[in-house]
């Protein structure tokens, strides 16, 4: 269960108020839109959740538990950016392995080439796995940074701004590819952008946030047709 739930939650940067008393409910498989000009608190929320940043006030729930006093890795959330996070000189097989193979999971190395094959053929990249990460275009290399959040199979995905810069045409095709990474893997996704398509497109729930508050919280329907 990756119920996410942000109670009165405030954060703040010496004098700004980045954050101010959010309450949020993500239901366990939705895949929420947070929404909001620049400087709304957006990227603050993923940090908070993720464990990256501790709150000021509020408490965070994942699947009914408190997760406040957890590091991020015990937190089982895994974070995509909107720059690529890749190492340029290994091959993209070796760049989605790379999460499996820390010391701490211990991953048998079979293991780990059956689920990197996997993530590859969601992500339709298996024709690039000996490829060098800088031998990729744009939407390959945003493709890699998702497959290496996929391998681990999280309970929880925070995507800041993952597609934003790249072209029209790879936007359009990677909405469709993460609806229905969504789809296949029933996961819990949380997403934030300032593209009203995205949200739109994408969301089961769009979150409006307007200077550290939430302002609008339903369907796309519910608040695109609302005044
Ligand atoms: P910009 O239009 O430059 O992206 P805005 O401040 O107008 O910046 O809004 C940022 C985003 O938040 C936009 O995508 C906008 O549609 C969305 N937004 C703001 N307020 C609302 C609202 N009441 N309902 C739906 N979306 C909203
Ligand atoms: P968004 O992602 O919606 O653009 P952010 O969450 O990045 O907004 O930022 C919210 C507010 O907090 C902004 O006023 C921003 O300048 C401020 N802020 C964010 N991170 C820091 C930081 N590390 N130090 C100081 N101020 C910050």
Same mark, same amino acid.
């Given at each position: ?29 939705a ?19 993720s ?10 729930l ?11 890795? $015990?937190r089982? %959330?895994?974070?995509?950016? $909107? ?12 760049n ?9 999971l ?14 590859? =053929?969601?992500?339709?990249? =298996? ?9 990729l275009?744009?939407? #390959? ?13 999280? $309970? ?6 993952p ?11 990677l909405? %469709?590819?993460l ?18 398509? #995205? ?8 979150? %409006? ?6 302002? $609008?919280?339903?369907?796309?329907r519910?608040?695109? =047709?609302?005044?």
């Amino acid at each position: 269960m990756a119920e996410v739930t942000l109670h009165e939650v405030s954060k703040r940067y010496g004098a700004t108020v980045a954050l101010d008393r959010v309450s949020l409910t993500i239901a366990d498989g939705a895949f929420v839109v947070l929404l909001g000009p620049t400087g709304a608190g957006k990227t603050t929320t993923l940090r908070l959740i993720s464990g990256l940043e501790a709150p000021d006030g509020g408490d965070i729930l994942i699947g009914g538990r408190s997760v406040l006093r957890d590091t991020p890795a $015990q937190r089982d %959330v895994a974070m995509v950016f $909107q720059q690529y996070s890749l190492y340029p000189h290994m091959s993209v097989r070796d760049n989605l392995a790379f999460p499996l193979r820390s010391p701490v999971l211990r991953t048998p190395e079979d293991e780990i080439a059956r689920k990197v094959r996997e993530v590859a =053929e969601v992500l339709r990249i =298996e024709g690039k796995l000996d490829n060098k990460a800088t031998a990729l275009s744009g939407g #390959e290399m945003q493709r890699v940074s998702i497959g290496r959040a996929l391998v681990r199979d999280p $309970q929880l995905f925070l995507m800041d701004e993952p597609l934003s810069s790249l072209d029209a045409k790879l936007r359009a095709d990677l909405r %469709v590819e993460l609806k229905r990474i969504h789809a296949t893997l029933g996961a819990t996704l949380l997403y934030v952008t300032h593209d009203q398509i #995205e949200a739109m497109t994408m969301a089961t729930e769009i979150g %409006v946030l307007d200077q550290g508050r939430l302002v $609008q919280f339903g369907t796309p329907r519910e608040v695109y =047709e609302s005044p």
